[in-house]
């Protein structure tokens, strides 16, 4: 993804992390309806302003791994420029691992927040 840090991980956790996170963010965008690749990226590019670029050299990796987790169905279909492309649908696995992994991002966020926050005197 790009808009992300592009420095190497320093530990193990921040590759899951990552990957974690564009797996939640390509649930969320599925679960407003079925969509191909191109339109998932541009989605969640669009509805972060633009800071979350998400390449196809992560995207599609995450398509696949979530369809064979079976969290996503894939079907072919004509897109909005009359072209055949592969739509993906959110399944109801996916929407209770979405669910899940919100509820997970929630926590950790606030975490984050409490360790942030100004120690006071």
């Given amino acids: 993804m790009c808009g992300m840090p592009r420095r190497r991980a320093r530990s193990t956790t921040q590759p899951d992390l990552l990957q974690g996170t564009l797996d939640m963010l390509v649930l969320q965008t599925l679960q407003l309806g079925p969509a191909h690749g191109y339109t998932i990226a541009q989605s969640i590019a669009r509805r972060s302003d633009e800071v979350l670029q998400v390449e196809q050299?992560?995207?599609?990796?995450?398509?696949?791994?979530?369809?064979?987790?079976?969290?996503?169905?894939?079907?072919?279909?004509?897109?909005?420029?009359?072209?055949?492309?592969?739509?993906?649908?959110?399944?109801?696995?996916?929407?209770?691992?979405?669910?899940?992994?919100?509820?997970?991002?929630?926590?950790?966020?606030?975490?984050?927040?409490?360790?942030?926050?100004?120690?006071?005197?």
């Fill in 57 to 121: 050299g992560s995207l599609y990796p995450a398509l696949h791994r979530l369809e064979d987790e079976r969290l996503i169905a894939s079907f072919w279909g004509t897109s909005e420029n009359n072209r055949r492309a592969r739509y993906y649908r959110l399944t109801p696995a996916g929407k209770r691992r979405l669910g899940e992994e919100t509820t997970r991002w929630a926590q950790l966020v606030r975490a984050i927040g409490q360790v942030l926050r100004p120690v006071e005197d």
